[in-house]
């Protein structure tokens, strides 16, 4: 099975596309914010729509080519690489290669502009933009340098991204049914507790992920 390379989970985004669309349009009524957040939701469903095609087209070259022919061992990042340039081409192996830096490099930005945006808001810092790419980078070139296994640092790195998403969706949930911070768009009371029963079951979902990944 092929991981895609990037960021699967990112809950921190939440953060960022808040900050970036908050001031995008002002509405001065409550017409005008109304017509502002459908052209929004638009916005987010058209960019998911994006991202989870580009991650199913992944999977199903994967289950394709691999699977298909044979080859199930196939579960790390390098030797999807080779077997791409066996099976097809040189050229379709590259264009993965670069297909996976062109992701890393975009995951890589977001964690950064989020960081900014969190620290900026919360505890009201700023730190220089060559020191932020710095912590952001370290990491990643350490683990390349000490030689640990791409493929399996990926699935580390989005498990512990994974304990994030409590501290994204519970403040969501409690913004979004605040009247006095949404007003004319506040969350329905149905739509609250369907979003209270799904937040609920993801957090669980995620602690039993963290235990089964670093405990089990």
Do not use: W
Request: aromatic residues 8%; positive net charge; proline residues 3%.
């Amino acid at each position: 099975m092929l991981v895609p390379l990037g960021a699967t989970v990112m809950p921190h985004v939440i953060y960022l596309h808040s900050a970036l669309t908050q001031r995008r349009v002002e509405g001065k009524t409550d017409e005008e914010k109304k017509k502002i957040f459908s052209f929004e939701r638009i916005d987010v469903i058209i960019a998911m729509a994006i991202a989870e095609t580009i991650n199913a087209s992944m999977l199903i070259m994967a289950a394709a080519l691999f699977h298909e022919g044979g080859l199930t061992g196939v579960g790390d990042i390098d030797e999807a690489f080779e077997q791409l340039k066996v099976l097809v081409s040189n050229q379709s192996a590259i264009l993965f290669g670069v297909a996976l830096l062109a992701s890393g490099f975009s995951s890589s930005s977001v964690g950064t502009m989020s960081g900014q945006v969190v620290m900026q808001g919360f505890i009201n810092r700023r730190i220089p933009l060559f020191l932020r790419r710095l912590i952001t980078m370290v990491p990643a070139l350490t683990i390349l340098a000490i030689g640990l296994n791409p493929s399996r640092s990926l699935v580390i790195s989005q498990v512990v991204l994974s304990f994030g998403i409590p501290f994204a969706l519970i403040p969501l949930l409690t913004f979004c049914r605040n009247r006095n911070i949404l007003g004319v768009l506040v969350n329905h009371r149905l739509t609250t507790g369907v979003a209270t029963i799904v937040v609920t079951l993801i957090v669980c979902l995620n602690v039993f992920l963290l235990y089964r990944t670093f405990f089990a």
